[in-house]
């Protein structure tokens, strides 16, 4: 089974963040994502493999942390 794609307004659902922020992450090269006739779209596998690897123990479970 293909690995559903996601758009902007479905990663922010999913992560609870703003749109603007994963817009912010995706032109910071912070989220991985690709056009698809004009939209964004994100793998949720690929984001799953990301969050993962970015948990750590008693910190929130949010994606990127946005450097200053």
Do not use: C
Not at 39 to 57: I, S
């Amino acid at each position: 089974m293909p690995t559903p794609n996601l758009t902007i307004p479905d990663v922010a659902r999913r992560y609870n963040l703003s749109h603007w922020t994963v817009r912010l992450h995706l032109k910071q090269g912070l989220l991985p994502g690709y056009r698809v006739g004009g939209q964004w779209r994100f793998d949720a596998a690929e984001l799953d493999t990301l969050d993962a690897a970015r948990h750590q123990p008693g910190r929130a479970t949010r994606l990127p942390e946005v450097q200053p």
